[in-house]
């Protein structure tokens, strides 16, 4: 399961707005954006190391909005793969579930066999467990890097 990274997302940084220049492109010209997909994050993050905050959001019509908190970068360990999850909880929603709101309902119906769509859900969700989360799995997710939504 996951986010395929093919919905409209920004990230908001010290008021500047970042976001892939394809998927922003539909009817959304008017406005300023920093193109993420050649931006690295060490161009943003704080220099001496220190802590910064930005927005993200994904998927503008779910709205699922995150506030990102840098704690500061520790010294790269030899022999150590990056990037790497140290900790991390539950497992990640699925792509359009409906949001907030969306996931929850999600949720109800899952762990409610007499719920009316608890079936609807388990076919098109299949295995699902909200509570899974696995550090190993998610660092190797990132080192795999996002799915390209262009050839999804």
């Known amino acids: ?79 150590r793969r990056y990037p790497l999850c140290v900790d991390g909880e539950r497992c990640c929603p699925p792509d359009d579930v409906g949001g907030v709101r969306g996931y929850a309902e999600f949720l109800e119906a899952l762990a409610d066999p007499d719920h009316e769509e608890h079936g609807a859900y388990r076919e098109w969700a299949g295995p699902f467990d909200p509570e899974d989360f696995d550090a190993g799995q998610a660092s190797r997710r990132m080192r795999r890097g996002l799915p390209d939504w262009r050839r999804i």
């Open 1 to 79: 399961m996951g986010w395929t990274n093919s919905h409209l997302h920004r990230f908001e940084i010290d008021g500047e707005c970042y976001g892939d220049p394809l998927l922003l492109d539909d009817g959304l010209e008017d406005f300023h954006w920093v193109d993420s997909t050649i931006t690295r994050i060490s161009g943003i993050v704080p220099r001496d190391g220190g802590r910064s905050r930005f927005l993200y959001e994904y998927d503008f019509g779910d709205g699922w909005e995150h506030e990102v908190v840098f704690e500061g970068c520790l010294r790269a360990e030899k022999r």
